[in-house]
T-cell receptor, first 112, second 113 residues
């Protein structure tokens, strides 16, 4: 069964450092997403991406965040200057037009 | 602010029983609804989607939708210990152009052998 793959599975970074989280969506999917889940809290929408541009972003997705699809397969989330409160699980998801959203296995980001 | 509400549980049922999970949503215009299962430390895994009023069955799972009451439920028949997980209700929001999911906090289900 096709999968959304995410790397790394766990990233530890110092406060103020930049991190890049990587995702490879399912190949025939057109719509891409980043979500995050702080420990013990609900899954929250960050940003959606289609046709090489952002479709929608949440209030969480401020100027320290950016997304990119640098080639035909990868989809990245960059956090420019990490804060302690950025510690969370980050999930990439993708979908075709009408199906449910398929989530990757996630990247656990720990900011120290 | 569009909201999805779930009883956080924990919901405890004996093995072989029916587990009933409930969800309400605030946006009357919502059209697409999803149930995800999330094991501790893992990603959400799609169980079922439902778009029309009524019941939709897939194996031991039945999703029920009542748009007039803004209510979605998931029944798990013959519950197994492996069903122990947090069940997330998600509603698709089309406030933007391509949609995105709004999740509830999830209901933690524990199936006792």
């Amino acid at each position: 069964e096709p999968e959304v793959t995410q790397t790394p599975s766990h990233q530890v970074t110092q406060m103020g450092q930049e991190v890049i989280l990587r995702c490879v969506p399912i190949s025939n999917h057109l719509y891409f997403y980043w979500y995050r889940q702080i420990l013990g809290q609900k899954v929250e929408f960050l940003v959606s991406f289609y046709n090489n541009e952002i479709s929608e972003k949440s209030e969480i997705f401020d100027d320290q965040f950016s997304v990119e699809r640098p080639d035909g397969s990868n989809f990245t989330l960059k956090i420019r200057s990490t804060k302690l409160e950025d510690s969370a699980m980050y999930f990439c998801a993708s979908k075709t037009g009408s199906d449910g959203y398929t989530f990757g296995s996630g990247t656990r980001l720990t900011v120290v | 602010q569009k909201e999805v509400e779930q009883n956080s549980g924990p919901l405890s049922v004996p093995e072989g029983a029916i587990a009933s999970l409930n969800c309400t949503y605030s946006d009357r215009g919502s059209q697409s609804f999803f149930w995800y299962r999330q094991y501790s430390g893992k990603s959400p895994e799609l169980i079922m989607s439902i778009y029309s009023n009524g019941d939709k069955e897939d194996g031991r799972f039945t999703a029920q939708l009542n748009k007039a009451s803004q209510y979605v439920s998931l029944l798990i028949r013959d519950s197994q210990p492996s069903d122990s997980a947090t069940y997330l209700c998600a509603v698709e929001d089309y406030g933007g152009s391509q949609g995105n999911l709004i999740f509830g906090k999830g209901t933690k289900l524990s199936v006792k052998p």
